[in-house]
């Protein structure tokens, strides 16, 4: 493998990681827009996304098709749950209370997931079949295909319901000014519910199609979390399309570093990002100088 073709798929292996990483910021931007909340138990549902489609699959003996959607959407329900049982009854409160709400429902659902998938690691099938696509003396596996693809499709659905539905123009109401909003007759709570709704199905997103290439276990949502949220920042806080963004340059760079550097540095990338960032430009790159959330 030359050079060029080296530096070609570090680039392909970092963008595939990357996507998930976008989902996960995606997620974290979606409640950050409706609550000011900054949700550490995203990388949460992207583990329970991966590790309940590896539960219907192998101990459900539900097909791969139906196990994924499944998976999906029992995750989003979590997400309203968590919503309704530990975020709704403190509502009012700082942001910091928030925050160290979802800080706590993370150790519970990371416990959960302990005790009911134990600690042993799984995979998921892909979700074709097929060799490996060779591109300029590169390996552009299959499944990458479709992380690329539901990645976008997920991007384009969610511009399309923010921008075209009134229900996405509601949301948006309430990251403005959430009393103006219920002033003008929007139920705000629906909104914060839809919210933790939508942030868990792109999470689930991210995690069953991440399953199939690197293992899944209970504790991986922790550094998922992480790296989500340093995409988040490197995109820029509140900005959805600069949060898959980031999550694709952050694999890349991550990729990069492991790939020219040492492996061993591979998972402090993001937290350098992070902290240069917050020196540098803390709105991100995408993020206008003057904190303001649209």
Known sequence: MTAASALLQYVISGATVGSTYGLAALGFTVIYNTTEI?????????MLGGMLAVFALRWGGVPLPLAVPLAVLIVTAVGVLVNRLTIRPVQGRSPLTMII????????????????FGKDTFSLPAFSQGGPIDLGGATLLPQSLWVFG???LTVLGMKFFFDRTLTGKAMLACACDRKAASL?????????TLSFAFSA???????????PITLTAYDVGILLGVKGFAACILGGLGNPF???????????????????????????????????????????LFGSARAERV
Request: glycine letters at 18%; charged letters at 10%.
């Open 38 to 46: 900054i949700n550490f138990a995203q990388g949460e549902f992207v």
């Open 242 to 284: 600069g949060a898959v963004v980031g999550g694709i340059l952050l694999g890349i760079l991550e990729s990069l570093g492991a790939g020219l550097v040492s492996s061993g540095y591979k998972d402090a990338v993001a937290f350098i990002i992070m902290l240069a960032l917050l020196f540098w430009r803390p709105s991100g």
């Open 150 to 152: 539901i990645t976008l």
């Open 101 to 116: 709400i979802t800080i706590g429902v993370s150790i519970l659902l990371r416990g959960g997931a302990m005790l009911i």
């Open 184 to 192: 003008m007759g929007i139920h705000v709570d629906s909104m914060v």
């Open 201 to 211: 199905l792109v999470g689930a997103l991210g995690g069953v199609i991440l399953a």
